[in-house]
């Protein structure tokens, strides 16, 4: 059986981000965050990554090679190597 790709998603800036640009996607309220524990983090200079049993890509479900992932795919083969010892076939993780 063949793995779905999927694309990673946008992530929407805070109201108050200092860094957003014009084609940003920004959340116009935090109301739906009030009581509810929420972590925030800081998205420093880098690409989106998903990484599948058997691809990786960027945002990009067809992105071209680049020498900059090529830590990423050694990173994928040791997430691969464990997901087949523990068998956990066709998982994916996505992060940036």
């Known amino acids: 059986m063949e793995t779905i790709r ?3 998603p946008r992530t929407p800036h805070l109201p108050w981000s200092f860094s957003k640009t014009d084609d940003d996607m920004v959340l116009h ?3 739906h965050f009030e009581g509810k524990e929420v972590v925030i983090t800081e ?3 880098g690409e989106n990554t998903s990484m599948y049993t058997d691809y990786v890509h960027a945002r990009s479900i067809n992105s071209s090679a680049h020498t900059s992932r090529e830590w990423v ?3 994928q083969a040791l997430f691969t190597l464990s997901q087949t010892i523990f068998g956990r076939e ?3 993780r996505q992060g940036e």
Do not use: A
């Open 6 to 8: 999927h694309k990673y």
């Open 90 to 92: 066709n998982c994916l």
């Open 73 to 75: 795919k050694k990173l």
């Open 43 to 45: 998205k420093l200079d």
């Open 29 to 31: 309220s935090t109301k």
